[in-house]
């Protein structure tokens, strides 16, 4: 079966700090990534996804960047922290055989302070 | 482009008592629809979806959703509530066809009042 890890599912990390999210997929091939965020009161956001390795595209301008270096592993990183990087952060994919559906990992809580 | 829309933020309702959780969706091609819910701190758990075939979709916990395509929705039911069904929902859409770009609505939080 499909499973996927995210962590830490805790964070707290002071302006100004790096970040490295990770998710790993497990169970499947070539799957398709994204990262969502989740702010308090709002709805997902999606901030990246990745169709393959090294495929990164961007969906929204930010302090944050995302990487693949393997076909199963996505990493959501910052080089300096704002506050308002705060949020819950998802991963999540889709790929065989769950062909059309997303799933999601369960989440990494950042609080920057 | 696509987007969603669900109209209520928050939804208070009594236990035992049915519910409706509206989404309206826009796109200008075929579409797959689903609902997610999220328990206080947890990531997203699929509830149920539409792909294809009977537009009435039946999901876990006793939940199901319509099709309607004339009107662009995909509202949820339960007949009746309970406690454990509190949490927020989100309504998802993406197109039928190549790359998935998932589209999510701002989600309705389901208060079940005992």
């Known amino acids: 079966s499909q499973t996927i890890h995210q962590w830490p599912a805790t964070l707290v990390q002071p302006v100004g700090s790096p970040l490295s999210l990770e998710c790993t997929v497990e169970?499947?091939?070539?799957?398709?990534l994204y990262w969502y965020r989740q702010a308090a009161g709002r709805g997902l956001q999606l901030l990246f996804y990745?169709?393959?390795?090294?495929?990164i595209s961007s969906e929204v301008p930010q302090n944050l960047s995302a990487s693949r270096p393997q076909d199963r592993q996505f990493i959501l990183s910052s080089k300096k922290l704002l506050l308002s990087d705060s949020g819950f952060y998802l991963c999540?994919?889709?790929?065989?055989?769950?062909?059309?559906?997303?799933?999601f990992g369960e989440g990494s809580w950042l609080t920057v302070v | 482009a696509q987007s969603v829309t669900q109209l209520d933020s928050q939804v208070p309702v009594f236990e035992e008592a049915p519910v409706e959780l509206r989404c309206n969706y826009s796109?200008?091609?075929?579409?797959?629809l689903f609902w997610y819910v999220q328990y206080p701190n947890q990531g997203l758990q699929l509830l149920l979806k539409?792909?294809?075939?009977?537009?009435l979709v039946k999901g876990i916990n006793g939940f199901e959703a319509e099709f309607n395509k004339s009107q662009t929705s995909f509202h949820l039911r339960k007949p009746s509530v309970h406690i454990s069904d509190t949490a927020e929902y989100f309504c998802?859409?993406?197109?039928?066809?190549?790359?998935?770009?998932?589209?999510f609505g701002t989600g309705t939080k389901l208060q079940v009042i005992p």
């Open positions: 999540a994919w889709v790929g065989s055989p769950s062909g059309n559906t997303i799933y």
């Open positions: 169970g499947t091939s070539n799957p398709n």
């Open positions: 990745s169709v393959g390795i090294g495929q």
């Open positions: 796109s200008s091609v075929s579409v797959y």
């Open positions: 539409y792909l294809s075939g009977s537009t």
């Open positions: 998802a859409v993406t197109s039928s066809g190549g790359y998935q770009k998932v589209t």
